[in-house]
Nanobody, 114 residues
């Protein structure tokens, strides 16, 4: 069973940045497209950014950038110019558009507020 341990969240003010990290124990990690998701209270979990196994990247709204380190089995999410509406619990997992998700980790809370 794959495990994901997300970290790096916290309370920040609007306009600030955070870098989230995800450690995973997926076997053949370099085979999987990975993604970051978020879930705000009362809302469905949504995909924020995805990255292919070959390390090509996608960004969301130009403010978030996803990256990966296959040797370390890590996935990162750099979030800049944060807005209050970015507040949510952030999770990493496989990219559901490519492969079925594994069990979810605990996520990391991001709160953007004055």
């Amino acid at each position: 069973q794959a495990q994901f341990v997300e970290s790096g969240g916290g309370l920040v003010q609007p306009g600030e940045s955070l870098r989230l990290s995800c450690a995973t124990s997926i076997q053949r990690f370099d085979y999987y497209a990975m993604a970051w998701y978020r879930q705000a209270p009362g809302k469905q979990r949504e995909l924020v950014a995805g990255i292919r196994a070959d390390d090509s990247m996608r960004t969301v709204q130009g403010r978030f950038t996803i990256s990966r380190n296959n040797a370390k089995k890590m996935v990162y999410l750099q979030m800049n110019s944060l807005k209050p509406e970015d507040s949510a619990v952030y999770y990493c997992n496989t990219d559901h558009r490519v492969v079925v998700n594994f069990a979810w980790g605990q996520g990391t809370q991001v709160t953007v507020s004055l």
